[in-house]
């Protein structure tokens, strides 16, 4: 059988997460991330009021979507899908113009406020890429993350995404999203935090 | 059940009044441009005063308006990478070429203008059409294809912003023809049969506007629940005094009687209705852009 190509996956296995906001820190640490913005954080709601009451977790990432539309709308090819699935950006080719920002259904991308220029989660691929794992992966205390390449059917990550009933964020959309979720919560997405103006 | 958010970050804003101000200018533009053709290129002789007016008028802003772009992107030493790295799927990347093409057309079309050559004033006004239908219509793009925002992706966005664009531009060709008149003419007389066809034109283009609006408004809060939301937020959220009072109101429905009432047929009403109108469509922009972007995506 001929080998098809990589197709980097996330998982996040809902079930085991403890909404410790380790993989944030060590996100933030492994790259550079500058204060006030992330590339990674977990958003916790609760529903229902105690002793009925519980907490839910929801981790985010980017999604690397196989549809993406922050590809779609750069007008400089700074963002590019790489053939394994991994949607980076070029530093060098970015002018921040804040469009993929605006076009971004999961808010993941956030304007480098030393470098001026549009930055987000790439699955850390500069990691990947020398064969080591995201340092999310990496420091997630109870392997609630599950990194890996989804065409290969011996790899964990295509193995738990077929065993187990897994969702993605706002499939609506039709960006194709490939972070998916074990045991996500509707009510952990659709909850939104009232802003001030 | 109480479903309350106990932890989640800030997101930065996108566009923001930058963009606001940038789309309200080429909808001015491109308002004056289109009134500056129907003379010069419909032959509509009654509108002939308008041309040079409306051409000098579009020129300027258009060439005010990229500036705002320039402020606003974080790297403007960068923006040659604009005409050299060409997504040709992103409307910016449109964009990028129409603000240099429209404002060289619009240059050349003036220059013909008063050269007083009729032939090529109507060619290049014909070409000037287009261009300015695109250069604006392409920021409704812009904001069409921002696809997780209720408020800005539909497929009204665009001519939602080139009819407010023509009534921004009929508003602000009424205020520049009478101030010329009043001060720079020979014979400091208003031409007042000009400004009440003008006010007519403008209450009927309110009224198409209206109807965009109130199109988009139903089709948004009876849709999905992100579009329920949005329409929440203009109508009884926090953007609700700026939409529907200052926008609507005062930009919209006050001017549009103050036009058909024929007792208010007189030039300091029609003043009166075209700064609310200018106003009005400036809130319009904001409420679009800011107000899109307002509610939390996550």
């Not at chain 1, 080719?93 to 304007?111: D, E, F, L, S």
């Amino acid at each position: 059988m001929k080998k098809k190509a990589i197709r980097y996956a996330m998982l996040f296995d809902l079930r085991k997460c403890i909404g410790c906001h380790a993989c944030a820190v060590a996100c933030k640490s492994e790259n550079n991330v500058p204060l006030g913005v992330w590339r990674s954080w977990v958003k916790k709601v609760e529903k229902g009021q105690y002793p009925n009451s519980k907490e839910f977790f929801l981790p985010l990432v980017c999604n690397n979507c196989e549809k993406p539309i922050c590809v779609t709308v750069c007008p400089v090819w700074a963002s590019i899908r790489r053939p394994d699935g991994i949607v980076y950006i070029d530093p060098h080719r970015c002018i921040g113009c804040r469009y993929c920002m605006a076009a971004c259904p999961y808010g993941v991308r956030y304007i480098n406020p030393l470098k001026k220029i549009a930055e987000k989660c790439y699955w850390c691929h500069h990691r990947v890429d020398a064969g080591l794992k995201p340092a999310c992966v990496m420091a997630c205390p109870t392997d609630a993350i599950i990194f890996g390449d989804l065409e290969d059917p011996e790899s964990e990550v295509a193995k738990s995404v077929t065993k187990n009933a897994v969702q993605v964020i706002k499939p609506e959309i039709g960006t194709a999203p490939h972070t998916f979720y074990i045991g996500l919560d509707i009510a952990a997405v659709e909850a939104k935090q009232e802003r001030e103006r | 059940m109480d479903v309350q958010v106990l932890y989640n970050i800030i997101h930065q804003d996108a566009f923001g009044l930058n963009i606001a101000i940038y789309f309200y200018l080429t909808g001015l533009s491109a308002g004056s441009f289109i009134l500056s053709t129907l003379a010069y290129g419909f032959g509509l002789e009654k509108f002939k005063p308008l041309g040079k007016v409306g051409v000098v008028v579009a020129t300027i802003v258009l060439i005010i308006a990229p500036f705002f772009l320039l402020i606003h992107i974080g790297m403007p030493s960068r923006a040659w990478h604009l005409f050299v790295y060409l997504n040709m799927a992103s409307p910016i990347t449109w964009g990028s070429f129409l603000l240099i093409l429209y404002p060289i057309n619009c240059i050349i079309y003036g220059y013909f203008m008063f050269k007083e050559h009729m032939k090529l004033t109507r060619i290049f006004g014909f070409i000037g059409i287009p261009l300015a239908i695109s250069v604006h219509g392409y920021t409704g793009f812009i904001l069409a294809f921002g696809k997780a925002r209720a408020l800005w992706n539909t497929a009204l966005m665009p001519i939602l912003f080139l009819v407010s664009a023509v009534v921004s531009g009929i508003a602000l060709m009424i205020l520049v023809v009478i101030i010329k008149d009043r001060f720079f003419s020979k014979e400091k007389k208003i031409d007042k049969e000009l400004i009440l066809s003008l006010g007519k034109l403008m209450a009927w283009m309110i009224v198409f506007d209206l109807f965009l609006v109130a199109s988009d408004l139903i089709v948004l809060s009876i849709s999905h629940s992100d579009a329920q939301a949005a329409a929440h937020l203009i109508l009884a959220g926090k953007f609700s005094p700026l939409f529907l009072i200052v926008e609507n109101l005062l930009g919209k429905i006050i001017p549009f009687i103050i036009l058909i009432v024929p007792r208010f047929r007189t030039l300091p009403w029609i003043i009166v209705a075209s700064i609310l109108v200018v106003v009005g469509i400036f809130f319009m922009r904001y409420v679009v852009v800011v107000g899109g972007e307002f509610a939390p995506l996550l």
